[in-house]
């Protein structure tokens, strides 16, 4: 099951810059990263909706909702972030330089979130050997971007 899951993860990390491509195309044709991205994220919503409804998922009821912390609710924003900066910089970048970026950076905040435990993420203790993995991808990301 770990493998299926590493495998996923791969796909869906595949899926990145090729999301990134389209939605910086579709601002070609919006004229405004900002209208792409809404478009993408209206997209996005109609289709967890409907797999929502087609595959039952039982919704929460608004008392069950109310209890969530307010920084729960922020997920949403942050993707907005990540999809606007994506279609803003992709073909400023190009997908590796993207790319290389966005991973270099998602490494260092996992290496952090693993560290203090926070949002509830397990601890796992920064090794040398994860230091240096990320001070790896960091070097990586500065020379696929031609430093």
Known sequence: MRLMSMLIALVAGMLMPVQAGVNARLRNFLGDPVLASLVSFAVGTVVLFVYAL?????WPTAAMAAQAPVWTWL??????FFVAVS???AFKLGATGLMAWIIAGQLVASVLLDQT???GFAVREITWQRAAGVLLLLGGALLVNEY
């Open 54 to 58: 087609t595959t039952r998922v039982p």
């Open 75 to 80: 997920g949403g924003a942050l993707g907005a």
């Open 87 to 89: 279609v803003i910089l």
């Open 117 to 119: 435990g926070a949002l």
